[in-house]
């Protein structure tokens, strides 16, 4: 019998919260978004593996943050920093963020 499960290092800081269950509120973790890139992670950087361009680390907050979120024109310098607050608010909900944990990585 083979175990089909792929093993992948993730590199995290200390501080980082623990991941929350599947459907749990966000907490901040990183560990979605250090394994690889969402969607709209994938079409913006192109990139399919390994951790996301725009994972940013909240040292003061303990917590990691979608810099697609916080900063969208630090992370795509052809974005006007007016378009901003649109461009979070877009991709905001193209990643349904504020719906929960959507992250099945297994850190066991």
């Not at 019998?1 to 901040?28: E, F, I, T, W, Y």
């Not at 994972?55 to 003061?60: D, E, G, H, K, S």
């Amino acid at each position: 019998m083979s175990d089909a499960r792929h093993l992948q290092v993730v590199h995290l800081q200390r501080a980082a919260p623990a991941k929350p269950a599947v459907g749990a509120p966000c907490n901040g973790c990183g560990v979605c978004c250090a394994a690889e890139p969402c969607p709209v992670g994938m079409l913006l950087f192109r990139q399919r593996h390994g951790p996301c361009p725009a994972l940013i680390w909240q040292a003061a907050e303990a917590r990691y943050r979608c810099g697609l979120l916080c900063a969208p024109a630090r992370h795509l310098r052809w974005l006007p920093r007016a378009a901003d607050r649109f461009a979070a608010r877009l991709f905001a909900r193209w990643i349904a963020a504020g719906a929960g944990c959507d992250s099945t990585v297994d850190i066991g």
